[in-house]
């Protein structure tokens, strides 16, 4: 269910190219898991019209760490599950 920290930092990569393509500072990233498997949701978050899962938020810039950004939204998922069990 929860992405590997590799498999996330790949995607993460991806959209940091974007970051430097242009004059681009920076983008809102959301880790979202759900049972199904795991998305990564970039840009405005009022955009996100699907609020199952859980998820976590972060930003990501030219100078990001991209597998440090993918530990802290994997934690952040994983918090944010194990308050839904409670």
């Not at 938020?57 to 952040?76: D, F, K, Q």
């Amino acid at each position: 269910m929860f992405p590997t920290i590799k498999d996330l930092a790949s995607a993460l990569t991806a959209n940091k190219r974007w970051c430097e393509s242009g004059d681009q500072g920076g983008i809102d990233v959301r880790l979202q898991v759900q049972e199904g498997g795991w998305a990564l949701r970039t840009g405005d978050s009022s955009y996100d019209l699907d609020h199952r899962g859980y998820w976590g938020a972060g930003y990501l810039t030219r100078s990001s760490n991209c597998r440090e950004l993918a530990r802290e939204l994997i934690e952040e998922a994983r918090d944010h599950a194990a308050q839904c069990a409670e």
